[in-house]
Nanobody, 122 residues
Framework: QVQLVESGGGLVQAGDSLTLSCFAG????????TGWFRQGPGKEREFVAA?????????YADSVKGRFTISRDSAAKNIVYLQMNSLKPEDTAVYYC??????????????WGQGTQVTVSS
């Protein structure tokens, strides 16, 4: 069992930066990669980024590549960050972290957090 808690969401203006955090707890946490997904208003949930447990492998959606950076805390590997730069209004969504396969397919993630709201105003 893995428990995930996101934090760091908020209201920002276009062009601003924001960092989300995901804390993972549980005995099996090291068995999983971590992914970030988001769901905008009226949209389906979509993949954002993923990172392996080691932190050596990362993977991004084309829509965020070059703007977002996923990383794993070097001291506490159960904490994953999503650094979001040059935010756009279309980045507005509830952001979820999840523990699973480390790819873009949400069905291959077994555990999910409750989500944190990010709102980008124009």
């Amino acid at each position: 069992q893995v428990q995930l808690v996101e934090s760091g969401g908020g209201l920002v203006q276009a062009g601003d930066s924001l960092t989300l955090s995901c804390f993972a707890g549980g005995r099996a946490v090291s068995d999983y990669a971590t992914g970030w997904f988001r769901q905008g208003p009226g949209k389906e949930r979509e993949f954002v980024a993923a990172i392996s447990w080691s932190g050596l492998s990362t993977f991004y959606a084309d829509s965020v590549k070059g703007r977002f950076t996923i990383s794993r805390d070097s001291a506490a590997k159960n904490i994953v960050y999503l650094q979001m730069n040059s935010l756009k209004p279309e980045d507005t969504a509830v952001y979820y972290c999840a523990a699973g396969a480390g790819n873009s397919r949400s069905r291959e993630y077994d555990y999910w957090g409750q989500g944190t709201q990010v709102t980008v105003s124009s």
